[in-house]
């Protein structure tokens, strides 16, 4: 369980570092057959701690080239862990959050959940793996999400093959004693279809998607060039409020995130998951 709700779950180095360490050892033991990742409080992770990171910098210290060592390496263990590894996406998962949860075996969102990767907001760009997971999304499509910061919701995070399972936010006081009374039997595929078959007996939750009614127009306007995506954004016809505030962290982000932005998923699309994270330490 992440455990700062008081800065909605902001990940720390030190929080990493324990992640990774319990991940590494649980993988191995035979009396774990599951593992749930999940925030205290009201939401799931907010994305690393800018302020520590900012104070390291102004320090001269090497505090950000350890974070985003250990952040990415935490991330990959998760894409490729041996076992079933359920993560409950509630309320706020942005940036590293939504590292955090994409490469799970099992991912939750909720009716709360609001995602975005909103790096152009602090000149950083879509890092924890996005120059690959954004690439899988329809071309264009992953351009406009890294250089507006838009949110999309739950139902929208499942619509972009970014989740697996949308329930309601009330069930995750029932997911623990169903995990502990669950026929567990130690062999990992098994288990995850058993996962599979235990997420699935929760009823859905009943949410229509934002973003994804307008995927098509969005992806269309982005496919080409960041210059042209730039110019044709304002000129959509969408009338919604998501929208318009993807719009204004447009014309006040940083240009030099939307530069890379660019760069990183044209030079993405031919990486590895090892590879594309080792660029974006870079």
């Not at 994305?47 to 505090?63: N, P, S, T, W």
């Not at 993560?87 to 075996?105: D, F, I, K, Q, R």
């Amino acid at each position: 369980t992440l455990a700062l709700p008081q800065s909605l779950n902001a990940l720390t180095l030190d929080m990493a570092v324990a992640a990774l360490a319990c991940l590494q050892d649980w993988a191995t033991r035979p009396d774990i057959s599951c593992v749930v990742l999940q925030g205290e409080g009201r939401a799931f992770c907010a994305g690393g701690d800018v302020r520590r990171m900012r104070d390291g910098i102004l320090a001269g210290d090497d505090y950000c080239e350890r974070f985003f060592a250990s952040e990415y390496r935490l991330d990959h263990a998760i894409h490729h862990y041996p076992k079933p590894l359920l993560v409950w996406g509630h309320g706020v998962v942005m940036g590293g959050g939504v590292g955090l949860l994409v490469g799970a075996s099992h991912r939750v969102v909720t009716e709360s959940t609001r995602m975005a990767m909103p790096e152009t907001a602090i000149g950083l760009y879509p890092d924890v793996g996005a120059s690959v997971f954004l690439n899988r999304l329809p071309p264009g499509l992953g351009l406009f999400l890294g250089i507006t910061g838009c949110e999309w919701n739950g139902a929208d995070a499942v619509a972009l093959g970014m989740a697996d399972y949308l329930l309601d936010d009330n069930l995750r006081t029932a997911l623990p004693d169903r995990l502990a009374s669950a026929a567990w039997c130690g062999r990992p595929d098994e288990d995850r279809l058993l996962l599979d078959n235990l997420l699935r007996s929760f009823p859905a939750a009943a949410q229509q998607p934002q973003l994804t009614r307008y995927s098509d127009c969005l992806a269309t306007a982005c496919q080409d060039s960041l210059t042209e995506a730039v110019a044709r954004l304002p000129t959509l016809p969408i009338d919604e409020p998501w929208f318009t505030r993807a719009l204004t962290n447009l014309q006040h982000g940083c240009p030099v995130t939307a530069c890379l932005v660019e760069q990183q998923l044209l030079r993405g699309r031919q990486l590895s998951l090892a590879d594309a994270f080792r660029m974006e330490w870079t």
